[in-house]
């Protein structure tokens, strides 16, 4: 039996990722809705990488430095001054394909630049679509484990906990959990983790982006495991799957 197992903890929200000491956690970056679903989906479908940033008016100058495609939303809706939002069904093969997304959201990819603040040793990005990948990771690399759940302007959301819980239900036994956030995730991932879509027409979030914007077709792809079963690394400014 493996002693001295690492742990996992669950960090609810953007505002208390300070409480983690991320120096030598591998720390996951999940905003299920949808910039960790659409990050997976760019790489799955062959973009050379892609980089995230915090503000609109810096991924539009990136991309005109590299020649890539600036994208992002504020608030769920297309930010101004870019052409491309944060759809994942958006970057088909045939559109993204060795190309580099330079990609700004209200949610995660605010919260991968705190990570970076906060001198985390290792950054994935997570969410349904590559859940696989992710444990695989973690499992493998044996490190102790921070979720980050980006959420809603430093609120708690319900989508990124599934997604928390969804990674704990599947590698819990690798790791020692002595966290409430973590045992919550799990408890309400077991709940619903059979009716993940019914269950999501409750969320706050999905009536910001169904009523809204008629997104339904984006969440089935956001909750649906390992349909862009990659693994993205930040390094050097990057997200790969090398």
Request: charge should be negative; aromatic fraction near 8%.
């Amino acid at each position: 039996m493996q002693t001295n197992k690492p742990t996992i903890h669950t960090c609810f929200s953007p505002a208390l990722l300070h409480l983690y000491d991320l120096s030598n956690a591998v720390v996951v970056i999940i905003d299920v809705f949808r910039a960790t679903s659409t990050i997976a989906a760019a790489l799955y479908n062959g973009a050379k990488c892609v980089i995230p940033v915090d503000e609109v008016a810096k991924a539009i100058e990136i991309s005109k430095q590299i020649d890539g495609i600036a994208a992002g939303e504020r608030d769920g809706k297309l930010a101004e001054g870019l052409q491309h939002g944060n759809s994942p069904l958006e970057y088909s093969k045939d559109f993204i394909k060795d190309k580099t997304l330079v990609l700004t959201t209200t949610n995660g990819t605010k919260l991968l630049q705190m990570a970076l603040d906060n001198k985390a040793s290792t950054i994935i990005t997570g969410s349904f679509p590559n859940l696989s990948a992710v444990c695989t990771f973690l499992i493998n690399e044996n490190k102790n484990v921070v979720l980050g759940c980006a959420g809603w302007k430093d609120r708690f959301n319900l989508e990124d906990t599934l997604f928390a819980g969804a990674v704990i239900a599947k590698i819990k036994e690798s790791f020692t959990i002595h966290c409430d956030s973590s045992l919550t995730a799990e408890l309400l991932y077991n709940q619903h983790k059979d009716n993940l879509i019914d269950f999501a027409s409750t969320l706050t979030h999905y009536h910001r982006l169904v009523e809204r914007f008629g997104l339904i077709e984006d969440i089935k792809f956001c909750l649906t495991p390992d349909g862009a079963n990659v693994l993205p690394l930040y390094e050097n400014g990057k997200l790969t799957t090398n």
